[in-house]
């Protein structure tokens, strides 16, 4: 019984050192880019080399490296990341504000593709070269091969701009009160094409996968004991191939999960969709280091999370890892 | 066709406020209508409201928000706006100006001549970057009458008055940003206190910002509500505008292959905005501290070799003309009889020859690089250009594109470039080109003198031309000082560079002034549907 909270603790224990590694890496890949945000806070109109030195003193930038690493690593263990240079609002809120837009796109997405991506490779797998095999994987490859802000494009065409029933760009209509009926009705109605966008992608992933490991359990000797009992095919199919062949399937949604927050730069930039992904872009353009290191760090936190979550899911399904610590 | 429009409409302006908003012009335009309400495409959230920052979103919406003293036709006129009234005295050194009486904060106070002072000497002199080159010249400010405003200069300086707009110039409440950082002041982020035309109403972060008429501001704008809404890929804003669901796309938000595509759609109006004064051109520069283009011969003959017609008719989609020298031929100091260079490879082939720079074993005289952004399309399509033309002179050049950081680093700061492109607008005062062509403005600073050109007959012209108030003797300096820019050949000049907006059809009376739609949009009305 006390396997899970071992198993658990060992899994934050790694992660420690693990964090500490991704905010050295993180901090020196950003330094090392060639650039300074100096630079591009000043803009255009005539400015004194003078003036540009006060900026960088006033922000650090003077600093040697090291100094810099530790006082951000510093504020960072105090729970503060830092004020964006060029939103001059702390980090924690400009992305505390973006989050919600993230994860109803992402949320949805995965929900929608993993539900979908399931069924089709279950459904595929039962008839091996079918002809609703086959239709199922080619949407599934197109899915996953052709580009997302390219499939964007055609959708906005098609859907957006000749047909006009869904709207072009970004969350919500203006003026409308947050929270009431209207309100969500524009979010939902906002949030069609870009799902079906990114979906496609994800389910096309998904279903492949399910495909080929379905294909391995249904030839598992378990499957012909269960036959040779005379269960009927959907509770062979349902209660005995699927769970044993949905443990790879969970790894890979685990490692999406982690990746969920970083947002998805190329569909929200195509649907004006005010989230993490467009936030991250123009952090880098314009070098906001501390806003783009709470980017990194987020990210890497919430791909630790979804380990030690996916290791919890493994030991929900495959009862040996149990007994096997 | 379009220029022409805007010339109508200016002409309109004009008129509307000599004879008051009664005037009828029922055969030219139908009178504005009060009410309605339009959204407007930026590429980016704002990242502040606070009108002294750089960032070109935040100048479109605080333009809304905050006064300035004046505003401005395509033509550089000055209107007014918050000073109904100005005197300049004779010998060029006092200006004044009479404010609006009723012009109040959206709280309630007064905006008199004390909060003009407070912005110009705490906030535009401290925290614009331009703010020392623009209004350095400014000796004192004198506030003792609350409804006027006198500003003392320490020299005669012809550009003054056309810099007193919305971008360069707002007006901020003395009594909230005294004594503060202007930056992490909460003004800055809600915009609660302003006097412009209209007020914020809602921001939906990373999605809109909606602004409406400030009921108590001393200039009534047409429209009831703005809202600026985020999309930061030019197709996707162009969908937009094409579909409905955005009414006017400022010309910072508006790449030429936009305007290809939305070329011929009877419910879209494109214009060039500004007129001649926001016109730029196409400059690539010369690393002139590196053999060997520190040659004026070497130069010279490159400036031969680049095929500035071709260019400019591929890059702008046909909607420009090659340029003659640093000016755009549409700015008043442009004159015809500036001679640039013609293209002729031969010829340039042969002055390689003479300056000591033959075609090697391996085929080519040496090796260039040209910088580029990938990202800039004008750049990027001028560039793929300039080293073919180059190559076909022997010239080995290659591509360096570059991401906007390193970009601006490698060109302003650190001198790392053989060639390297800015846009440079300057028509509306041939003084503005000062920043990039005088000796002292070489420095490791964005926007300045990044070629290392110096040439003090030049230096002494731009002086002269500042000091002189007769616009056609000024005008006669400026092209002397043109043609010594050009035979210098610090630079090659490709193409002239306008920027365009793009509008619905029911959209009237759309900012005309110089600077990318950052202008103040209270005269903007919106037909009936």
């Not at chain 2, 796309?249 to 009877?266: F, H, I, R």
């Amino acid at each position: 019984m006390s396997t899970v909270p071992r198993i658990v603790g060992t899994r934050l224990l790694q992660a420690v050192p693990l964090l500490i590694a991704t905010v050295v890496v993180n901090f020196a890949i950003i330094h090392l880019a060639p650039g300074d945000p100096v630079t591009m806070m000043v803009g255009e109109g005539a400015v004194s080399a003078d003036q540009m030195e006060a900026l960088r003193e006033s922000l650090g930038l003077n600093n040697p490296l090291h100094i810099q690493f530790l006082d951000y690593l510093t504020s960072v263990l105090q729970g503060d990341l830092g004020t964006s240079y060029v939103y001059h609002q702390p980090v924690s809120e400009i992305i505390a504000s973006r989050i919600p837009a993230t994860l109803l796109l992402m949320g949805s997405t995965y929900l929608l593709s993993t539900f979908l991506g399931l069924l089709f490779g279950i459904v595929a797998a039962l008839r091996p070269s079918s002809l609703q095999d086959r239709v199922l994987m080619t949407i599934a490859i197109l899915g996953y091969s052709v580009p997302t802000f390219w499939l964007g494009f055609i959708a906005l065409m098609i859907f957006a701009v000749e047909l006009g029933w869904l709207p072009i760009s970004g969350m919500v209509e203006s003026g409308l009160e947050p929270g009431s009926w209207e309100y969500w009705k524009s979010v939902l109605h906002h949030l069609v094409l870009p799902v079906a966008v990114l979906s496609l992608f994800y389910t096309g992933l998904i279903a492949r996968l399910m495909r080929t490991s379905m294909l391995n359990s249904l030839r598992g000797d378990f499957i012909v004991t269960a036959r040779a009992m005379g269960l009927s095919n959907w509770r062979i199919v349902l209660r005995h191939a699927v769970p044993n062949a949905i443990t790879p399937i969970v790894t890979v949604l685990g490692l999406q999960i982690g990746l969920m927050l970083s947002g998805a730069v190329l569909t929200e930039t195509v649907f004006g969709w005010p989230g993490l992904g467009v936030l991250t872009v123009q952090a880098v353009a314009q070098r906001d280091y501390p806003l783009l290191l709470g980017m990194f760090l987020l990210t890497s936190v919430m791909v630790i999370i979804a380990n030690v979550l996916t290791d919890l899911v493994y030991l929900a399904i495959n009862p040996r890892l149990r007994s096997n610590g | 066709m379009q220029v022409i429009s805007t010339r109508v409409r200016a002409a309109l302006l004009a008129t509307t406020i000599v004879f008051g908003p009664t005037a009828v012009f029922a055969q030219q335009a139908a009178a504005p209508v009060k009410g309605g309400q339009i959204k407007v495409a930026i590429f980016a959230e704002p990242t502040t409201l606070m009108p002294l920052s750089q960032d070109i979103n935040v100048q479109i919406i605080a333009a809304q928000l905050y006064p300035s003293l004046l505003k401005f036709d395509g033509k550089i006129t000055p209107k007014p706006y918050l000073a109904k009234a100005w005197r300049v005295s004779d010998d060029g050194l006092t200006y004044e100006f009479d404010l609006v009486e009723t012009a109040k904060w959206s709280d309630g106070k007064a905006i008199t001549s004390a909060d003009v002072r407070f912005s110009f000497e705490e906030m535009i002199l401290k925290y614009q970057p331009a703010g020392k080159s623009n209004f350095g010249v400014i000796e004192s400010i004198d506030d003792s009458k609350p409804g006027t405003v006198v500003f003392k200069l320490k020299r005669s300086y012809a550009p003054f008055l056309s810099l007193l707009n919305s971008l360069y110039a707002p007006i901020v409440p003395k009594h909230v940003y005294e004594g503060t950082d202007p930056m992490k002041n909460e003004n800055s982020l809600t915009a609660a206190v302003t006097g412009g035309p209209f007020k914020v109403k809602e921001w939906v972060k990373g999605d809109h910002l909606t602004v409406v008429r400030n009921p108590d501001a001393f200039d009534t704008p047409n429209l009831d509500e703005m809202t600026f809404r985020f999309i930061s890929d030019a197709s996707a804003r162009m969908l937009a505008l094409k579909t409905g669901a955005i009414d006017y796309l400022p010309p910072s938000a508006m790449p030429y292959s936009s305007l290809a595509m939305l070329e011929g759609d009877e419910n879209i109006k494109l214009q060039p905005i500004g007129d001649e004064a926001a016109a730029k051109v196409l400059t690539i520069g010369f690393n002139l501290r590196r053999a060997p283009f520190d040659n004026v011969k070497v130069r010279q003959a490159i400036s031969h070799a680049i095929n500035n017609e071709f260019i400019a008719e591929a890059v702008s989609f046909k909607h420009e003309k090659a340029a003659v020298g640093p000016l755009n031929s549409k700015s008043w100091a442009w004159d015809a009889s500036l001679k640039g260079y013609n293209f002729d490879p031969e010829l340039a082939k042969k002055m390689l020859d003479e300056a000591g720079l033959p075609v090697k074993a391996d085929g080519f005289r040496f090796a260039m690089t040209v910088n580029t952004r990938p990202s800039v399309a004008v750049f990027h399509k001028a560039n793929e250009i300039v080293v073919q033309n180059l190559r076909a002179i022997g010239i080995n050049a290659s591509l360096r594109p570059l991401e906007s950081a390193p970009y601006t680093a490698s060109t302003y700061i650190e001198s790392d470039f053989d060639v390297s492109s800015v846009a440079w607008i300057s028509a509306f005062d041939a003084n503005n080109l000062a920043p990039l062509y005088a000796c002292e403005n070489i420095r490791p600073a964005p926007y300045s003198n990044f070629m290392g050109y110096c040439n003090k007959q030049v230096d002494e012209l731009f002086a002269k031309g500042a000091a002189e108030s007769d616009q056609a003797k000024r005008k006669a300096v400026y092209v002397e000082m043109q043609q010594r820019i050009i035979d210098d050949a610090p630079a090659i000049w490709p193409m002239n560079w306008s920027d365009w907006s793009a509008s619905r059809t029911r959209v009237q009376g759309l900012p005309a002034g110089p600077w990318d739609g950052r202008d103040p949009m209270d005269d903007l009305w919106v037909e009936a549907k």
